[in-house]
């Protein structure tokens, strides 16, 4: 139900940093799990970190755990990624998604925005 747009991406250097950021409509947001994926060309969609709508709780993939922090907005309608220390292998397309179960699993989350693309180069 929910409608998410992402922002942010853009081109950097390894070791460099972005912050990407999703902004989504819908009563029911502020409460869903949020969480980020990505995925490379030619590869299947992958968990990077989540949020419960509390906030209280976070999870990361082991690949970006230290390295990226996912957090809300104030305004409990965004979620952003801050992304440090990042890695050629980190480059993909980012998505911003929403559901109601705690999972790393895409299929589990209903609400997805179209992406931004997050290039490291070395």
């Known amino acids: 139900q929910a409608q998410l747009v992402e922002s942010g991406g853009g081109v950097v250097q390894a070791g460099g940093s972005l912050r990407l950021s999703c902004a989504a409509s819908?009563?029911?947001?502020?409460?869903?799990?949020k969480a980020w994926f990505r995925q490379a060309p030619g590869e299947e969609r992958q968990f990077v970190a989540r949020?419960?709508?509390?906030?209280?709780?976070?999870y990361y993939a082991d690949s970006v755990k230290g390295r990226f922090t996912i957090s809300r907005g104030n305004d409990k309608n965004t979620v952003s990624l801050q992304m440090n220390r990042l890695r050629p292998e980190d480059t993909a397309v980012y998505y911003c998604?929403?559901?109601?179960?705690?999972?790393?699993?895409?299929?589990?989350?209903?609400?997805w925005g179209q992406g931004t693309q997050v290039t490291v180069s070395s």
């Open positions: 819908g009563r029911t947001f502020s409460s869903l799990v």
């Open positions: 998604a929403a559901g109601t179960i705690e999972s790393t699993q895409s299929k589990y989350f209903t609400s």
């Open positions: 949020i419960t709508g509390s906030g209280a709780v976070t």
